[in-house]
């Protein structure tokens, strides 16, 4: 079985720090050992991130262009036609105004991962792009839903056809990702980028939390850079000298897994995060998770056995948690062991895979 895979938001890549790119290319992963053949043919990206409907209508344009020449190129021979199409990460700033077409044209399946359905988009600067998305998640066959957060919305849109997809990623480097337990100062880890307002909030709350532990000595590692990094700096300032604040940059993929071995809590809010392939890593390093629970981060957690979560924005909740694992080694070992099974029984490649194979044997492919 051949599966033509399309990611309009952008290039699935497993070596970058962004979750999008990087889920891409899992999907793909999972694909491959669910079907014979996985295809990603050469298509226009559709994502604005401003707001401007003439870039809109220009990638609508190009998009219409593209799977006009992709229809053809199927139609005489000159590609091989799939038995499927598998879009990713479907939504107003990213519409797949492709996948739709060429699915009915060819009478095949067609199916979404992660799309978003976000009707307070109508009408808005999104308008033409929030149209495109919602006709292309009414047009699916399936819809993965990877949080209840979608989910919710998606029930709405396309009741019967939305299937749980949860967070996964390969858990394979991380196995071994664990120290010995410290006698000394404990060290957390956060790792975010600071590119925009929903990371700036969660290191504003991780700082807050940390002043009111002001007899609790400890390190903490942030890695992690964008353009709120000086601004980020300086909200850290008040933690010292009591705390040990290490900021170390951007981290690559491939070096995530010893960074989590130095570490004994993982301190990430996660306000607004879709999900957060990073709250993954860290249980698969056997690190406790301390977060918030907001948007997608109780669907890549499990509170109260790997993680311990409080609401979004209350500080004094947050530092409560974190002074309560800090205090508590055997919960420490607890959680971080829960979240280590929790990610290889559940949160695999494999188990992916085994909830894409039900999904196309459910229409018909297997």
Same mark, same amino acid.
């Not at 809109?56 to 593209?66: C, F, G």
């Not at 300032?237 to 951007?250: D, E, M, N, Q, S």
């Not at 860290?282 to 997608?296: E, H």
């Given at each position: 079985m051949r599966?033509?895979?399309y990611s309009p938001m952008s290039e699935p890549?497993?070596?970058?720090?962004?979750?999008?790119?990087?889920?891409?290319?899992l999907l793909q992963r999972a694909l491959a050992l669910s079907c014979d053949d996985v295809v990603r043919p050469r298509l226009p990206r559709t994502f604005d991130g401003r707001g401007d409907r003439d870039v809109?209508?220009?990638?609508?344009?190009?998009?219409?262009?593209?799977g006009a020449e992709l229809l053809e190129a199927y139609r005489d021979g000159t590609l091989p036609k799939p038995d499927l199409w598998f879009s990713y990460h479907v939504y107003y700033k990213s519409p797949d105004w492709i996948g739709p077409v060429v699915a009915r044209e060819l009478g095949i399946p067609y199916v979404v991962a992660e799309g978003s359905h976000a009707p307070k988009r109508a009408g808005g600067p999104w308008a033409l792009g929030h149209e495109g998305a919602t006709a292309a998640l009414r047009a699916a066959d399936r819809l993965l839903a990877m949080t209840a957060f979608d989910r919710f919305c998606l029930d709405q849109l396309a009741?019967?056809?939305?299937?749980?997809?949860?967070?996964?990623?390969?858990?394979?480097?991380?196995?071994?990702? +664990? +120290?010995?337990e410290p006698a000394g100062v404990l060290h957390l880890?956060?790792?975010a980028m600071m590119r925009n307002e929903r990371k700036r909030a969660s290191f504003a709350l991780l700082a807050d939390a940390l002043k009111l532990l002001d007899n609790v000595p400890l390190t903490l590692s942030i890695a992690g850079d964008g353009a709120y990094r000086r601004e980020i700096e300086a909200m850290f300032?008040?933690?010292?000298?009591?705390?040990?604040? +290490?900021?170390?940059?951007?981290v690559a993929a491939e070096q995530m897994p010893r960074l989590m071995s130095g570490a004994d809590v993982f301190c990430w809010p996660g306000l607004g995060e879709a999900y957060g392939l990073v709250f993954l890593e860290?249980?698969?390093?056997?690190?406790?998770?301390?977060?918030?629970?907001?948007?997608?981060v109780p669907d890549a957690t499990r509170e109260d056995q790997t993680t311990l979560l409080s609401a979004p924005g209350d500080a004094a909740a947050y530092a409560a948690n974190?002074?309560?694992?800090?205090?508590?080694?055997?919960?420490?070992r607890r959680l971080g062991e829960n979240g280590r099974v929790f990610v290889q029984r559940e949160r695999s490649v494999e188990a992916a895979a085994g909830t894409l194979r039900s999904v196309l044997a459910e229409l018909g492919l297997r």
């Open positions: 599966v033509a895979f890549d497993a070596t970058v720090a962004s979750g999008t790119q990087r889920m891409g290319a809109q209508i220009s990638l609508q344009a190009a998009s219409h262009r593209a009741p019967g056809r939305v299937r749980d997809l949860k967070p996964f990623f390969d858990a394979i480097a991380f196995a071994n990702a +664990r +120290r010995a880890l956060a790792v300032l008040p933690c010292a000298p009591l705390h040990t604040i +290490r900021f170390l940059g951007a860290a249980q698969a390093a056997g690190l406790p998770v301390v977060a918030c629970r907001d948007r997608g974190l002074r309560r694992v800090l205090s508590d080694m055997p919960l420490r």
